[in-house]
Every structure is written in structure tokens, then in C-alpha cells.
């Protein structure tokens, strides 16, 4: 397992372990082989979409919280640094997770500063 999927284990048990509801994002182009045998390609999420969409419970709504999963060392690429931008810009929340311990710092945080 690379050490992102370790990190993306990690995240996604403790949303599980926590009730919070999330999906992973896939992104980029696949090919797709037809019945007749033809290929075709088709696109998934846009590039530089986060790795995870949570949704984080809050009062009468729910806060859309985007989680980039990253090594230790790794670092966003200019087209999720945009994505990240674009996002908050929309009143979203964007973490970039080297650990779960990064996700529940943040969700610490939230809930701290909205009383729950």
C-alpha cells in the first residue's frame, strides 16, 4: 500500500468512525472498451479535484468539506492548488491530510468554533 493510501484508510475510517458522510473523487480520463469492441475515452471529475468530499454536519446544513490526501512529503499540484482556491472562494472548506490526526485537528477546530 503506498503511504497516500495508507493516509486515505486512515481519513476515511475515522469519517466512518465519526458518521460523517463521504465519497472519494476520482479524477483524470479512463478508457472504456464497448460491447463492439470500440474505446472510447471518458472523463471523470476535473483535474486537480480533491481526493475526498465529506460532508461535515452542521446545525440545519451540512458544510462541504474537501480532503486532499497527501504523502509526508508531498505537495498540491498547480491545478489542485486552483481547485482549493476555487472551492473556498465558494464558502467550502479544503484540508490537505498527510494524517487522520490532520482531519480531526480540523474538525477540532469547526466544531469548537460552532459550539459542538
Do not use: C
Amino acid at each position: 500500500m503506498t503511504p497516500e493510501a495508507m493516509v486515505s484508510s486512515a481519513v476515511r475510517g475515522l469519517l466512518d468512525a465519526e458518521h460523517i458522510f463521504h465519497i472519494r473523487t476520482n479524477s483524470g480520463t479512463i478508457v472504456l472498451e464497448g460491447r463492439n469492441g470500440k474505446k472510447r475515452a471518458m472523463q471523470l471529475s476535473p483535474r486537480g479535484t480533491a481526493d475526498l468530499l465529506a460532508l461535515v454536519p452542521h446545525a440545519e446544513w451540512y458544510l462541504p468539506v474537501w480532503i486532499e490526501i497527501k504523502s509526508a512529503t508531498g505537495k498540491l499540484r498547480p491545478e489542485q492548488e486552483s481547485f482549493r482556491d476555487d472551492v473556498l472562494s465558494r464558502g467550502h472548506a479544503f484540508v490537505v491530510a498527510r494524517s487522520s490526526d490532520d482531519v480531526l485537528d480540523w474538525l477540532r477546530r469547526f466544531r469548537k468554533l460552532h459550539g459542538r
